[in-house]
């Protein structure tokens, strides 16, 4: 009887071997064919929001939505991603799995905070297609931060390799080609009145830094700006037919001849936060 008991055992063990190495094999099959399907990208887009177009659909205040900070709000353009793109207009994500350390950034944490800040309350997708989860404050930081890297700074390889060289490289190119201080020097401020020539505002760009960027609207407002290097970070144009990555419902071809580029007003933009707007905790703010 006890030596059955022993078999059965072995047998069992033997099995959950084979069974641990086929799974383990399993797994590396998947990851090697998931690096053979994305080629290398072909050039790098800024992606910058304007913070007012998106502030006015703001509904709901958590400690994360830069809109809800009223007189500290932003009110220039921000980051919403460095994305490395093809030039049919379609672009890699989530190429190789990748461990966050926030150790590795923590001197980056107070410039992403307020040049790459989030604009809403809620989750964001992964790269399998889940929602990460919003708590504290210093946990919506970290996982923002970590899907960004995860969805497209792993993409980003050969030219940046690590998260660290991600997020410092995209606060570099911003600062270095701030396009608030292009548009502000050729006369367009931000103004809840004025309408100003779309074509006007891309010549500004184009002048500046010798590059024909995108733009995208909501509602007759710029809503995202986007700016197109090649992979040394010098510019260039951005692809006409590209597919513009976005969470707001915005589209080049919703830019109307004449556009504005409101001001942020919390009147504006949250309404009144004690009867309108409510204040919800991260976990419920989606």
């Given at each position: 009887m006890a030596s059955?008991?022993?078999?059965?055992?072995?047998?069992?063990?033997?099995?959950?071997?084979?069974?641990?190495?086929?799974m383990l094999e399993f797994t590396q099959e998947v990851h090697a064919r998931?690096?053979?399907?994305?080629?290398?990208?072909?050039?790098f887009k800024l992606a910058l929001q304007w913070p007012a177009t998106y502030?006015?659909?703001?509904?709901?205040?958590?400690?994360?939505?830069?809109?809800?900070?009223?007189?500290?709000?932003?009110?220039?353009?921000?980051?919403?991603?460095?994305?490395?793109?093809y030039n049919d207009g379609t672009w890699p994500a989530c190429c190789y799995r990748s461990d966050f350390d926030q150790k590795e950034i923590s001197t980056l944490l107070d410039a992403l905070e307020k040049y790459w800040p989030s604009l809403s309350c809620g989750s964001s997708s992964t790269c399998h297609g889940t929602k990460g989860s919003f708590w504290?404050?210093?946990?919506?930081?970290?996982?923002?931060?970590?899907?960004?890297?995860?969805?497209?700074?792993?993409?980003?390889?050969?030219?940046?390799?690590?998260?660290y060289n991600y997020f410092l490289t995209a606060l570099n190119v911003y600062f270095k080609y701030n396009i608030t201080n292009v548009l502000l020097e050729a006369g367009y401020v931000p103004s809840n009145t004025e309408k100003y020539p779309l074509g006007g505002?891309?010549?500004?760009?184009?002048?500046?830094?010798?590059a024909t960027p995108s733009v995208a609207c909501s509602n007759g407002a710029v809503g995202?700006?986007?700016?197109?290097?090649?992979?040394?970070?010098?510019?260039?144009?951005?692809?006409?037919?590209?597919?513009?990555?976005?969470?707001m419902n915005l589209s080049k071809s919703s830019c109307p001849k004449y556009v504005s580029l409101p001001a942020f007003s919390p009147s504006l933009a949250l309404g009144d936060v004690d009867t309108e707007m409510s204040w919800r905790p991260e976990s419920e703010a989606i």
């Open positions: 059955f008991s022993v078999q059965k055992f072995l047998l069992l063990l033997l099995s959950l071997l084979v069974l641990s190495t086929m998931e690096g053979q399907r994305q080629r290398e990208f072909d050039y502030c006015r659909r703001t509904r709901h205040c958590c400690s994360s939505n830069a809109c809800c900070r009223r007189a500290n709000a932003p009110t220039e353009f921000t980051i919403h991603g460095l994305w490395p793109d504290a404050h210093e946990v919506i930081m970290k996982c923002r931060l970590y899907l960004m890297l995860k969805k497209h700074g792993t993409c980003s390889s050969p030219v940046v390799r690590d998260e505002i891309i010549s500004a760009i184009q002048n500046a830094f010798r995202e700006l986007y700016l197109c290097f090649y992979k040394d970070f010098k510019p260039r144009d951005c692809e006409i037919g590209s597919i513009i990555q976005d969470d």
